[in-house]
């Protein structure tokens, strides 16, 4: 897996010691996530992540949703 790929994963958002978020993967493992305060919502909820690699085990989320329900639309900020 090469960096700036995209990558789908299902688990729970978790904080650290030093606010570091984390997604616990259900199939196990876990990704390291770039800071975000829209990550505090979903603490300790199970969510489904779409993000792009920015590191050995680090994404950057591109969208975020928790499970059971749909991807919120897509937004254009032309319109």
Request: glycine share 10%; aromatic share 10%.
């Amino acid at each position: 897996m090469s960096l700036g790929t995209l990558h789908t994963v299902r688990g729970i958002i978790e904080r650290r010691p030093g606010y570091r978020f984390f997604i616990a993967v259900h199939e196990g493992g876990e990704w390291e996530l770039e800071p975000s305060r829209r990550l505090t919502r979903y603490l300790d909820c199970s969510v489904t992540v779409e993000g792009v690699r920015t590191g050995f085990n680090r994404l950057e989320v591109v969208r975020i949703k928790q499970d059971g329900e749909d991807w919120p639309p897509s937004q254009s900020w032309t319109r």
